[in-house]
Nanobody
Framework: QVQLVESGGGLVQPGGSLRLSCQTV????????IGWFRQAPGLEREGVGC????????DYAQSVKGRFTISRDKSKNTVYLQMNSLKPEDTATYYC????????????????????WGQGTQVTVSS
């Protein structure tokens, strides 16, 4: 059974940083594109960005450009979301998901094709 597990969330003050991790149980995520998403209460899920098999990055959310960075460590079977200069509006549950149709990241209009999802990790930005 394929499982994705996010970790690293927590409470941080505005301007602070967090690094989220996405790991898998049951398969090697190194072969696939991995996306990061977030969902704030009362809002729709939003794509944050994606990293391809070849570590090419696709940004989905303009609001995080220059502040958030996606990377992967294939030796650890882990994908990271480094979040800097956090703002209260970044408060959300963050999820990672796999894209099984291609090793490259899909365009923004195909985010519903991400398949396996983690349970999410809560990020709260507040003073």
């Amino acid at each position: 059974q394929v499982q994705l597990v996010e970790s690293g969330g927590g409470l941080v003050q505005p301007g602070g940083s967090l690094r989220l991790s996405c790991q898998t149980v049951g398969f090697r995520l190194n072969y696939y594109a991995i996306g990061w998403f977030r969902q704030a209460p009362g809002l729709e899920r939003e794509g944050v960005g994606c990293i391809s098999n070849s570590e090419s990055i696709t940004d989905y959310a303009q609001s995080v450009k220059g502040r958030f960075t996606i990377s992967r460590d294939k030796s650890k079977n882990t994908v990271y979301l480094q979040m800097n200069s956090l703002k209260p509006e970044d408060t959300a549950t963050y999820y990672c998901a796999t894209y099984l149709y291609d090793s490259r990241c899909p365009p923004p209009d195909r985010l519903d094709e991400f398949t396996y999802w983690g349970q999410g990790t809560q990020v709260t930005v507040s003073s």
